[in-house]
Nanobody, 119 residues
């Protein structure tokens, strides 16, 4: 059973850099065919896919967030990390890490971590 657990800062100020870590257990993030993604949901809005890192280490980003987003991984800790630069109030959201297979269907979700940007 794969489990994903997010950890984030909770409260941030505008212009800071957000860093959220997803720790994966029950399966390696380097297993062939899987994609490890970040998805967020802002208050009153739908789910927004932010980007992903593949089993190979290749990264993919949403065009609307690409200029501010970076996803990396630490294979020794079986973690992948989201960084989002220059946050604003619009980045207030619940941030989820997920796993998807080669069909890009998400089969596992973390419980999410709330990030609030407030001055």
């Amino acid at each position: 059973q794969v489990q994903l657990q997010e950890s984030g800062p909770g409260l941030m100020k505008p212009s800071q850099t957000l860093s959220v870590t997803c720790t994966v257990s029950g399966g390696s993030i380097t297993i062939n065919g899987y994609y490890w993604s970040w998805i967020r949901q802002s208050p009153g809005k739908g789910l927004e896919w932010m980007g992903a890192i593949a089993y190979s280490g290749d990264t993919y980003y949403s065009p609307s967030l690409k200029s501010r987003t970076s996803i990396a991984r630490d294979t020794s800790k079986n973690q992948f990390i989201l960084q989002l630069n220059s946050v604003s109030h619009e980045d207030t959201a619940m941030y989820y890490c997920t796993r998807a297979g080669s069909d890009y269907e998400v089969d596992y979700w973390g419980q999410g971590t709330q990030v609030t940007v407030s001055s």
